[in-house]
């Protein structure tokens, strides 16, 4: 790693001089965060593609800015509010709350939705020869992050691949985490459009030192120890987590000698591979492990997980094509998807057949009508599974920047596999719940990329891991109002993005903080003929108080507390960021007010997040 590093820097720097060198003596611009122009830019866009529920392509352009270069962790992106274990790389949460479930079997969903890449978050490029980007994070104490990403398009082949790898040694004891995720995607169509394929496979690979969080956090917020001395609740832990997905999509666009056309067939096969592992030796005589059941002192679990699904369906538009000009049109798709799932471990099987519909409905030009429906109708474990979504939207003006509009979605479901059936050293349970009701109706105003939405969620028998460790389903109903506001407001030089959330639930079924917010300002200066840009920048983070879920390392499952308020601190930095071409420089500082702040700054109980971070870091964008 450290080689890597070193070879890394000295190319940067070669780089650099030449880039220096070539800004003395030519005068090419490109489009940036103020919208010049250059000759030799070529537009890159990208979108976002299903593989088994695809619909049509929504291409964004790709950044080619500098307001967010040091915003290169995902937890600090200003669209990201989530409770963390205090570094990048660890479990995360969410503090706003959504809901959405895939159909198919699910043993569990690990707290890494920021890391971790599913085939959704797969990235499909619109380009006229190459793009790459290459960007790389150091922080202290050590801290390395690094992204690269790669597109090009070559008579009819798309090609994508994407690599992001943390490692980062954590402030306190036994708070290292190493994350690798890696993915690749390819697409290919026939020049006369009848047939086309899709295959991509994703990796990600994590190994994190689980301290399981500070045992006394009244002693971290009234001293100003060293936090290397802390004592921590789980010295010997640590879990390693691995897994593979594989997606393989044909389409076939059935046309006649006219080229007339008739729909689409397409058929999906997906594998997926999970491997979840946990070591820890147990100190009996800890009041930590109280709660646990343990049957040797020594943990080793080991949990594999492999599912398969194969899914056939017919739809009146094809995929991969962006949306149709036209004022009005009608399109449907429908099918049936077979789910393997096999825990190996367990020696437990399963197999599902699910019934799935969705259409979209385009009227007078400004009318959008869209659905969706699955339904398990045969099942070894999921059996009667629902999930419905609908939703309708008007465009307010004629270039379709302003528009108001309506979604509702309903979930009827098993829980996760593992709060009904656990075999491991720690844990063994054995539940029969009843399937969990999720109801969610919005209503949201759009403009441009501004999004203001008031939403109600109806949620009733959710099973949850409760304090004393064990799942329980909730006998409450709770009825949860949010509203949110996301505002990228930009003016000249000057820009401002807020997120604003507020939250609450009846009956607490659903710990949310009443209001949770990040806001991030800047200004971009300009020198040389605006080849040296500096932005000066700040974010700032709060949320109120309340009872944060807490993390349990060896199920990587947040659970229910009722003990620890977490929240009501600002998480504030300062950032500056330098331009040069295509490289971009930035120097980051985070979380500066702890010690006027008594120590809150603990998004998640026990889990302090570093103080006086700082990071550098450099982004360097080659062709586009």
Same mark, same amino acid.
């Given at each position: 790693?450290?080689?890597?590093?070193?070879?890394?820097?000295?190319?940067?720097?070669?780089?650099?001089?030449?880039?220096?060198?070539?800004?003395?003596?030519?005068?090419?611009?490109?489009?940036?965060?103020?919208?010049?122009?250059?000759?030799?830019?070529?537009?890159?866009?990208?979108?976002?593609?299903?593989?088994?529920?695809?619909?049509?392509?929504?291409?964004?352009?790709?950044?080619?800015?500098?307001?967010?270069?040091?915003?290169?962790?995902?937890?600090?992106?200003?669209?990201?509010?989530?409770?963390?274990?205090?570094?990048?790389?660890?479990?995360?949460?969410?503090?706003?709350?959504?809901?959405? &479930?895939?159909?198919?079997?699910?043993?569990?969903?690990?707290?890494?939705?920021?890391?971790?890449?599913?085939?959704?978050?797969?990235?499909?490029?619109?380009?006229?020869?190459?793009?790459?980007?290459?960007?790389?994070?150091?922080?202290?104490?050590?801290?390395?992050? #690094?992204?690269?990403?790669?597109?090009?398009?070559?008579?009819?082949?798309?090609?994508?691949?994407?690599?992001?790898?943390?490692?980062?040694?954590?402030?306190?004891?036994?708070?290292?985490?190493?994350?690798?995720?890696?993915?690749?995607?390819?697409?290919?169509?026939?020049?006369?459009?009848?047939?086309?394929?899709?295959?991509?496979?994703?990796?990600?690979?994590?190994?994190? $030192?689980?301290?399981?969080?500070?045992?006394?956090?009244?002693?971290?917020?009234?001293?100003?120890?060293?936090?290397?001395?802390?004592?921590?609740?789980?010295?010997?832990?640590?879990?390693?987590?691995?897994?593979?997905?594989?997606?393989? !999509?044909?389409?076939?666009?059935?046309?006649?000698?006219?080229?007339?056309?008739?729909?689409?067939?397409?058929?999906?096969?997906?594998?997926?591979?999970?491997? $979840? #592992?946990?070591?820890?030796?147990?100190?009996?005589?800890?009041?930590?492990?109280?709660?646990?059941?343990?049957?040797?002192?020594?943990?080793?679990?080991?949990?594999?997980?492999?599912?398969?699904?194969?899914?056939?369906?017919?739809?009146?538009?094809?995929?991969?094509? =962006?949306?149709?000009?036209? &004022?009005?049109?009608?399109?449907?798709?429908?099918?049936?998807?077979?789910?393997?799932?096999?825990?190996?471990?367990?020696?437990?099987?399963?197999?599902?057949?699910?019934?799935?519909?969705?259409?979209?409905?385009?009227?007078?030009?400004?009318?959008?009508?869209?659905?969706?429906?699955?339904?398990?109708?045969?099942?070894?474990?999921?059996?009667?599974?629902?999930?419905?979504?609908?939703?309708?939207?008007?465009?307010?003006?004629?270039?379709?920047?302003?528009?108001?509009?309506?979604?509702?979605?309903?979930?009827?479901?098993?829980?996760?596999?593992?709060?009904?059936?656990?075999?491991?050293?720690?844990?063994?349970?054995?539940?029969?719940?009843?399937?969990?009701?999720?109801?969610?109706?919005?209503?949201?105003?759009?403009?441009?990329?501004?999004?203001?939405?008031?939403?109600?969620?109806?949620?009733?028998?959710?099973?949850?891991?409760?304090? =004393?460790?064990?799942?329980? !389903?909730?006998?409450?109903?709770?009825?949860?109002? !949010?509203?949110?506001?996301?505002?990228?407001?930009?003016?000249?030089?000057?820009?401002?993005?807020?997120?604003?959330?507020?939250?609450?639930?009846?009956? =607490?079924?659903?710990?949310?903080?009443?209001?949770?917010?990040?806001?991030?300002?800047?200004?971009?200066?300009?020198?040389?003929?605006?080849?040296?840009?500096? $932005?000066?920048?700040?974010?700032?983070?709060?949320?109120?108080?309340?009872?944060?879920?807490?993390?349990?390392?060896?199920?990587?499952?947040?659970?229910?507390?009722?003990?620890?308020?977490?929240?009501?601190?600002?998480?504030?930095?300062?950032?500056?960021?330098?331009?040069?071409? &295509?490289?971009?420089?930035?120097?980051?500082?985070?979380?500066? $007010?702890?010690?006027?702040?008594?120590?809150?700054?603990?998004?998640?109980?026990?889990?302090?997040?570093?103080?006086?971070?700082?990071?550098?870091?450099?982004?360097? &964008?080659?062709?586009?």
């Amino acid at each position: 790693m450290r080689a890597c590093t070193v070879s890394f820097l000295v190319a940067i720097m070669l780089f650099l001089n030449q880039q220096l060198l070539f800004a003395q003596s030519h005068a090419v611009h490109e489009i940036d965060s103020v919208m010049d122009l250059s000759p030799d830019y070529l537009p890159t866009s990208f979108s976002y593609n299903q593989s088994i529920n695809f619909n049509y392509l929504t291409f964004i352009p790709v950044d080619t800015g500098m307001t967010t270069t040091h915003l290169f962790d995902p937890l600090f992106h200003t669209k990201n509010i989530f409770q963390n274990l205090g570094i990048c790389g660890q479990a995360h949460q969410s503090m706003i709350f959504n809901y959405q &479930r895939e159909m198919g079997f699910l043993y569990q969903t690990l707290p890494y939705s920021l890391f971790f890449k599913k085939q959704p978050d797969l990235t499909f490029y619109k380009l006229s020869t190459t793009y790459s980007k290459i960007a790389y994070s150091f922080g202290f104490p050590k801290e390395n992050e #690094i992204f690269a990403t790669f597109a090009k398009y070559m008579k009819g082949v798309t090609v994508s691949a994407n690599l992001y790898a943390i490692s980062n040694e954590g402030a306190f004891t036994s708070q290292n985490s190493s994350n690798l995720c890696g993915d690749i995607l390819v697409h290919y169509e026939l020049p006369s459009s009848i047939y086309g394929f899709r295959a991509s496979y994703i990796i990600n690979h994590l190994k994190n $030192l689980e301290n399981g969080g500070l045992i006394d956090i009244k002693l971290y917020q009234d001293t100003s120890m060293n936090v290397k001395n802390f004592q921590i609740q789980t010295p010997n832990a640590y879990s390693t987590i691995t897994t593979h997905d594989f997606s393989l !999509q044909n389409y076939v666009n059935i046309k006649n000698k006219n080229n007339r056309y008739f729909g689409t067939v397409t058929y999906d096969f997906q594998l997926g591979k999970t491997t $979840l #592992i946990y070591n820890d030796i147990i100190d009996t005589s800890s009041s930590r492990y109280e709660n646990y059941y343990y049957s040797t002192i020594a943990t080793n679990d080991s949990t594999k997980i492999m599912n398969v699904k194969n899914a056939i369906q017919w739809s009146n538009y094809s995929p991969y094509k =962006e949306k149709e000009t036209q &004022r009005n049109f009608f399109h449907v798709a429908g099918g049936l998807l077979h789910d393997y799932a096999n825990i190996q471990n367990l020696y437990t099987s399963f197999t599902s057949l699910y019934a799935f519909a969705r259409t979209h409905i385009h009227l007078f030009d400004v009318m959008d009508i869209t659905g969706s429906f699955s339904y398990s109708f045969w099942s070894d474990y999921s059996n009667n599974d629902m999930a419905a979504t609908a939703g309708i939207s008007f465009s307010i003006n004629k270039e379709k920047e302003h528009a108001i509009g309506f979604n509702a979605s309903y979930y009827r479901n098993d829980p996760e596999y593992f709060m009904q059936h656990v075999t491991v050293n720690n844990f063994r349970w054995a539940n029969q719940f009843l399937k969990q009701n999720f109801l969610q109706i919005q209503t949201f105003w759009n403009y441009k990329t501004y999004n203001v939405s008031a939403s109600y969620y109806r949620v009733s028998n959710l099973v949850y891991l409760s304090e =004393e460790l064990r799942p329980v !389903q909730s006998e409450n109903i709770g009825n949860l109002v !949010q509203l949110s506001t996301f505002v990228p407001y930009r003016y000249k030089n000057f820009g401002a993005t807020a997120n604003l959330n507020f939250q609450y639930c009846s009956k =607490e079924v659903v710990k949310v903080p009443l209001f949770a917010g990040k806001l991030s300002l800047y200004y971009i200066f300009e020198f040389l003929q605006k080849r040296l840009k500096i $932005l000066i920048g700040t974010d700032l983070m709060y949320n109120t108080a309340y009872y944060a879920d807490a993390y349990l390392p060896v199920l990587h499952k947040f659970y229910n507390q009722d003990s620890q308020l977490t929240g009501n601190f600002i998480y504030w930095d300062a950032n500056v960021t330098f331009r040069i071409d &295509r490289i971009n420089f930035f120097f980051r500082v985070s979380n500066l $007010l702890p010690a006027i702040q008594h120590n809150r700054n603990i998004s998640t109980p026990n889990y302090p997040s570093k103080a006086n971070m700082i990071n550098l870091g450099i982004s360097w &964008r080659f062709y586009d």
